[in-house]
């Protein structure tokens, strides 16, 4: 089998923004059948339009009211990110996201740790996401148990990821219109709602509330708020199944954070508004994890609490799994094909043109967490917590990145989007990062610690990270 780093000839300059993988030492093994459309979908897929459902109650209860504040900050915090993005996904059009960055934008091992901490989120939220959505549906059909609807989740998205990435889009598209409707019916009977003075009578409490706000309480709200917002950076890992210019990559990114991260703050705003005592769900939190629910029943009965449910349960245990075990494998092939993971993971099938061998290994990884974190009353905050911390840690090493590669290496006199941008974007996310959860910290750590002495073993060993070198 001909190896996947071995060089090509023909290909263009790092600079060029056409330029494709073969330009880097690799072959293009990946399909390239995606549109800019077929990319902005499969993003606002990964964000989940609806996504504040299944955490409104714990991001109230952190943030003393202020939601829609929270995520407001979160979408300005995650801008920048998706700005840097942007960047680097021009300099290098290739799967693997912020570990292909890092790695070439900075150094190799440093490249190794962000795929690392990356690994963090990508591996571990598909097991999230078939978990909170298993729950959601056991507590509509408690006959059936929650590892039982793990099982059917993950099976479903293994198969459609399976028949490749042109079906999954075509998949991304029917859900993501049946989400907007669900929103769309939520968002207009609570409007109706409010008007007719349903509302608790607080208008602006959900953007500030002068006897509560303190930056600490917002950007912890934030650290949870995030996990609304991971997806857009899933994007970056199609590079390579991206049939128009590495541009619209970026602009994919982009578009669909500004898309989702304004319908978070809408719908936010709107259900706090709805919530029947905002005191007691400050004081006392979201133990059943219903008030997004209970607030759509303020709004216009039983039957849209059950609505908002169900879209919830099919769109984080479908819709938001399926493309997040996409991104994973992608991730996987990617680390593998550059000899930082096992060589049986670089494997592509050569009917579906996918990552056969990673997007079983995701699924086999999804369907173990799922059913063990089931059996744990924190299993969703355990998962929420590490997806998190991983995340912003390998987006803080982005930011970094675009400095080194493009002012350091480079020169670049493009001081806003190479210097200001970075600068800006790896402050607040250190901020977020410093507010959030003891408990993700030392977990995130710990695992941070594990990947550097992994990273000296394969040093010591003779592994020393190395990626394909560019054709000059």
């Known amino acids: 089998m001909t190896d996947p780093r071995t060089p090509t000839t023909g290909a263009r300059s790092a600079g060029d923004d056409a330029a494709g993988v073969e330009a880097f030492g690799y072959r293009q093994e990946l399909k390239r059948s995606l549109s800019f459309t077929d990319l902005l979908v499969y993003g606002l897929v990964f964000m989940v339009p609806i996504a504040p459902f299944g955490i409104f109650g714990g991001v109230f209860q952190a943030s003393g009211g202020m939601i829609a504040l929270a995520y407001a900050v979160g979408m300005l915090a995650m801008a920048f990110t998706a700005a840097s993005y942007s960047q680097m996904s021009r300099a290098f059009p290739m799967a693997g996201s912020v570990y292909t960055y890092a790695g070439r934008g900075i150094d190799q091992r440093v490249g190794f740790i962000a795929g690392w901490m990356i690994l963090l989120d990508y591996v571990l939220v598909p097991g999230l996401l078939y978990l909170i959505a298993a729950v959601a549906m056991n507590s509509i059909v408690s006959s059936v148990p929650v590892w039982i609807w793990v099982v059917a989740f993950v099976v479903l998205n293994t198969a459609v990821n399976y028949l490749g990435i042109e079906f999954t889009a075509r998949i991304n598209k029917i859900m993501l219109i049946g989400e907007l409707i669900v929103l769309a019916i939520f968002l207009v009977i609570g409007v109706i709602a409010l008007a007719g003075g349903a509302g608790n009578g607080n208008v602006l409490e959900p953007v500030y509330n ?14 949870i708020a995030v996990l609304s917002f991971l997806g857009f950076d899933g994007i970056s890992t199609l590079a390579e199944e991206n049939r128009d210019s590495a541009r619209s990559l970026g602009r994919s990114m982009i578009a669909a954070l500004v898309l989702a991260g304004t319908l978070f703050i809408v719908q ?17 939190g979201d133990a059943g994890g219903t008030a997004f629910y209970d607030a759509a029943e303020v709004a216009g009965g039983h039957w849209l609490s059950v609505l908002t449910a169900v879209a919830t349960a099919i769109a984080w245990g479908f819709a938001n799994s399926l493309v997040a075990q996409a991104a994973t494998s992608r991730l996987l092939f990617a680390m593998a094909r550059d000899r930082q993971l096992p060589s049986f993971l670089a494997r592509i099938d050569p009917t579906h043109r996918v990552p056969v061998n990673a997007t079983l290994l995701v699924a086999a990884i999804s369907l173990a967490l799922g059913i063990y974190m089931s059996q744990r009353e924190d299993g969703i905050t355990l998962l929420s917590t590490l997806v998190n911390f991983g995340a912003l840690s390998a987006f803080l090493l982005l930011h970094v990145a675009v400095v080194v590669h493009y002012v350091v290496r480079q020169g670049s006199r493009d001081w806003w989007r190479h210097l200001v941008v970075p600068v800006i974007g790896f402050a607040i996310l250190a901020y977020v990062v410093y507010n959030a959860q003891v408990a993700a910290q030392e977990l995130g750590f710990v695992w941070l610690g594990i990947g550097l002495l992994v990273l000296v073993f394969l040093v010591a060993t003779g592994r020393r990270p190395a990626l394909s070198e560019e054709v000059r």
């Open 210 to 223: 002068a006897d509560t706000f303190s930056f600490g309480l917002v950007f912890g709200a934030v650290s």
């Open 268 to 284: 936010t705003w709107i259900a706090a508004l709805l919530v029947a005592d905002p005191a007691a769900l400050i004081s006392e």
